[in-house]
T-cell receptor, first 116, second 112 residues
Framework: ETGVTQSPTHLIKTRGQQVTLRCSSQ?????VSWYQQALGQGPQFIFQYYREEENGRGNFPPRFSGLQFPNYSSELNVNALELDDSALYLCASSDRTGGNRIYGYTFGSGTRLTVV | GQQVMQIPQYQHVQEGEDFTTYCNSS?????IQWYKQRPGGHPVFLIQ?????EVKKQKRLTFQFGEAKKNSSLHITATQTTDVGTYFC????????????FGTGTRLKVLA
């Protein structure tokens, strides 16, 4: 098992720019969820992908979009970056959409995005 | 909107003391998960509760799901310095969505 890997680990962008964050899910996992975690807050659900289709979305504007690839890896794209988008972006994978009863969701170490 | 609140926000305890964090949802939950996040780390899954009134134990940790499936608690007996971190509950609403709503978290500090 390689776990969930995310890249890059840190990123600095300018307001108005676009960013793409990447996630490789754990081997055998077909479901990927993305979360935004502001400093001192709990993770906020952005969306979930299952077999390359979005099957759940939180309260985030359309400039947050994603993709899941046939190998179940995933991307999070954010357009027109705003200062408030500065946060830790976490990717979580599972072998089923409701989370594995025994193992839950496996989180990656996240990408720390700073928008200046 | 759907919210999940946790209390307390912070807790400092002496090593060996007990600790409890409470999780309350504004809506009925299908199930609830608990995660631990160490400082500078990422959430790590602890457990999932599904049934009304369910109680599960993991060594010194006891997890409980309320009868109405709107609240939950995590109790740690005889805390150790390795218990330091933020504990989050994450509830999945019964509305059919697959999203989990994370609570606000309880940050635990254990003084040796």
């Amino acid at each position: 098992e390689t776990g969930v890997t995310q890249s890059p680990t840190h990123l600095i962008k300018t307001r108005g720019q676009q960013v793409t964050l990447r996630c490789s899910s754990q081997s055998g996992h077909n479901t990927v969820s993305w979360y935004q975690q502001a400093l001192g807050q709990g993770p906020q659900f952005i969306f979930q992908y299952y077999r390359e289709e979005e099957n759940g979305r939180g309260n985030f504007p359309p400039r947050f979009s994603g993709l899941q690839f046939p190998n179940y890896s995933s991307e999070l794209n954010v357009n027109a970056l705003e200062l408030d988008d500065s946060a830790l972006y976490l990717c979580a994978s599972s072998d089923r959409t409701g989370g594995n009863r025994i193992y839950g969701y496996t989180f990656g170490s996240g990408t720390r995005l700073t928008v200046v | 909107g759907q919210q999940v609140m946790q209390i307390p926000q912070y807790q400092h305890v002496q090593e060996g003391e007990d600790f409890t964090t409470y999780c309350n949802s504004s809506t009925t939950l299908s199930n609830i998960q608990w995660y631990k996040q160490r400082p500078g780390g990422h959430p790590v899954f602890l457990i999932q509760l599904v049934k009304s009134g369910e109680v599960k134990k993991q060594k010194r940790l006891t997890f409980q799901f309320g009868e109405a499936k709107k609240n939950s608690s995590l109790h740690i007996t005889a805390t150790q310095t390795t218990d330091v971190g933020t504990y989050f509950c994450a509830g999945r609403p019964t509305s059919g969505t697959y999203k989990y709503i994370f609570g606000t978290g309880t940050r635990l500090k254990v003084l040796a």
